[in-house]
């Protein structure tokens, strides 16, 4: 009888463990992406990167002078093109709405948010 119960559970735990595949996520934002500013008075060097992750996540960067200004995590969403990023750390921070061309995220006016690394 016992042997029966752990055949029992062990067939359970197979069925179930294959019912919860993560559907795979190729979309082409996955990957780095940055912003570099230089500032002619100040002679500082501002750099932005964002790390797109395939769980709709990410982390955001900003680097002063090669030093890390602001870290934190980011919330990405696709639909018809339009990529939606918020910062749920960031509270005063608007959420960015850009669209991707060629190797650039732009936002509806045509500035440049990122260029793919």
């Known amino acids: ?40 008075t100040s002679k500082s060097t501002i750099r932005k990167e964002w790390i797109f992750n395939d769980a709709y996540l990410g982390r955001f960067h900003t680097y002063n002078n090669n030093k890390i200004e602001v870290l934190t995590d980011f919330k990405w969403s696709e639909d018809s093109g339009i990529y939606t990023i918020s910062y ?18 732009e936002d509806a006016n045509g500035n440049i948010l990122a260029t793919r690394e």
């Open 88 to 105: 749920p750390g960031l509270e005063n921070t608007p959420n960015d709405i850009v669209s991707m061309k060629d190797t650039r995220l």
């Open 1 to 40: 009888m016992k042997k029966l119960f752990l055949f029992l559970a062990i067939i359970g735990i197979i069925l179930a463990s294959n019912c919860s595949r993560i559907p795979e996520n190729n979309d082409p934002v996955i990957g780095i992406w940055s912003n570099k500013e230089v500032n002619q």
